[in-house]
């Protein structure tokens, strides 16, 4: 039902004031593309405003709070089913390859070794690469139709490719094309998020993310039962199913998704004028600059807290995926057959979901951030503590938990913070790109940090250069010493040797 809105045509000479914010959901982001900094004061009032010589944006209507918030809304119910839909789809296409391992997906494809570390690592190479060159293109094409739901129909015809691999380099040019493809969806998903950059409105949109961990063990429980029909095995039917759903959403998402305010059929002529009003001057006098300039781009490299967003960015991405990708080999570790190991990743991401909303609710109402990564980072290493020790298998599981509630209910916050300090869309747009694809390098070093040979506690020997060196030195001054040969340097030649002599030991 359209919104009544009077008019501003009836009070030309009418001074205009700002309100205070009307808290609103998610969707209102999707349609402005400017980032607003979190305001402690009222706004003054003017007696002329810039817009008022903007002849596009002179007849903009003026909305009560409780018509603003019925705007609002009738925009979330549009577009949140739909936008959360494809975002919990996104997470579980990327991550359901560790529950495929379960079901027939190494023996199959003879993934021994690093093998398959390498297939999850080559996800993340384009994935990467890719993310700020999609968040600079999303205003020539299209966010909405072209670079999310094009590409996430792309993304399924990929994933149902997975079912097709039958070897290791089949397998890692699938996971290659899927980062290249997933690279375009999820700045374009996350347009609504750095346009205010609340962190309950990036929960609403990370929520599902979070639950598709949950959905992805139910789902391939259920698939797993399907091992031997048409002459596939469980983790076939699985990258077929998932990706066929994946396509059946994106099919979807072309006839719910609209591009501006200014195509948004759904609203009245009037809804369109006010929201692209709240877009150009809703929390500037000023407004924003619309047009792309380079020096946008350099303005993001050149602040200091994009560089340490980053590694902020890095420090939770990698726990994140760390425990996506291999929570059902760490639980299979524990003693468990397949389906039980498959039903038991459900709980962990049942209690991150809910402690996720709570952290984002907590941080919009105090306006901090900091505490709340904290406490997720906190509780991260307290999960890998318990995880790497000698401690039961059923304390193990239970740390899992503090693993993926941290990692997860940091997420939101993280994203929102770098938003909240960053103003000028295209800035903004570059810096979050920046923060989001660099920080998803950490789970390329993720990817390759459980081996199958650290079972069933994961810790990485890695061994250096000079440990190798020692090694070897210490080998042959041993069979020197069982033959009873000489040495066979002087005194002053092992001086010239130096570090190259060969009883000179590297400290570690």
């Not at 809105?5 to 609103?24: D, I, Y």
């Not at 999707?30 to 003054?44: A, D, I, Q, Y």
């Not at 494809?86 to 997906?105: E, P, T, V």
């Not at 760490?330 to 049942?350: A, C, K, N």
Request: charged share 20%; proline share 5%; net charge neutral.
């Amino acid at each position: 039902m359209a919104v009544t809105l009077p008019s501003m045509v009836e009070q030309p000479n009418a001074e205009r004031t700002f309100k205070a914010p009307v808290p609103r959901l998610l969707h209102k982001n999707f349609f402005l593309s400017s980032c607003r900094f979190v305001m402690t004061s009222e706004r003054k009032h003017h007696e002329e405003r810039p817009e008022d010589s903007d002849s596009n944006l002179k007849n903009v209507p003026m909305l009560t709070p409780e018509q603003e918030r019925k705007l609002w809304r009738k925009i979330d119910l549009r577009l949140m089913p739909i936008l959360s839909l494809m975002y919990l789809f996104s997470f579980l296409d990327r991550g359901n390859i560790g529950n495929a391992k379960l079901d027939g997906l190494v023996t199959q494809l003879d993934l021994t070794g690093n093998r398959y570390n390498i297939a999850l690592t080559m996800f993340f190479i384009p994935y990467c690469l890719f993310e700020c060159p999609a968040n600079l293109v999303l205003k020539v094409f299209r966010p909405s139709r072209r670079m999310a739901s094009s590409n996430q129909f792309h993304m399924g015809d990929i994933y149902d490719a997975h079912e097709l691999s039958e070897d290791i380099p089949q397998l890692v040019g699938v996971r290659a094309c899927l980062g290249f493809a997933e690279a375009g969806l999820v700045p374009a998903l996350l347009c609504g998020i750095r346009d205010t950059c609340c962190n309950i409105e990036s929960a609403c949109l990370l929520a599902p993310a979070t639950m598709a961990g949950a959905f992805s063990g139910l789902l391939a429980f259920a698939i797993g039962h399907m091992n031997g029909i048409a002459a596939l095995e469980g983790w076939s039917w699985i990258f077929l199913l998932e990706g066929l759903a994946t396509i059946v959403v994106a099919i979807i998402a072309r006839f719910v998704l609209v591009d501006f305010p200014n195509t948004a059929t759904f609203l009245t002529p009037e809804e369109r004028a006010f929201v692209v009003w709240k877009k150009k001057y809703d929390n500037s006098s000023v407004g924003e600059e619309e047009g792309f300039a380079a020096r946008h781009v350099l303005a993001a490299f050149r602040d200091w807290q994009v560089w340490l967003q980053i590694l902020i960015a890095i420090s939770i991405i990698g726990p994140l995926y760390g425990i996506t990708l291999f929570l059902p080999t760490i639980i299979q570790s524990f003693g468990h057959d397949t389906p039980i190991s498959q039903l038991l990743t459900v709980p962990p991401y049942v209690a991150a979901t809910i402690t996720l909303i709570i952290f984002a609710y907590y941080s919009d109402k105090l306006k901090m951030r900091f505490p709340f990564i904290l406490a997720g980072l906190i509780m991260c290493l307290i999960g890998l503590s318990i995880n790497i020790s000698t401690a039961p298998n059923g304390v193990k599981y239970f740390g899992t938990f503090f693993i993926v509630i941290g990692s997860y209910a940091a997420t939101p916050g993280a994203i929102s913070w770098l938003g909240n300090n960053l103003s000028g869309q295209y800035k903004r747009g570059v810096g979050m790109a920046l923060q989001i694809g660099i920080g998803n390098f950490s789970g390329a070093i993720s990817a390759v940090i459980y081996r199958s040979q650290d079972s069933p506690r994961f810790i990485l020997r890695a061994r250096s250069g000079a440990h190798r060196i020692n090694a070897h030195r210490d080998a042959a001054e041993r069979l020197v010493m069982e033959r009873g040969e000489k040495v066979q340097y002087s005194d002053e030649e092992l001086r010239e040797l130096g570090d190259r002599a060969p009883d000179f030991r590297y400290t570690l």
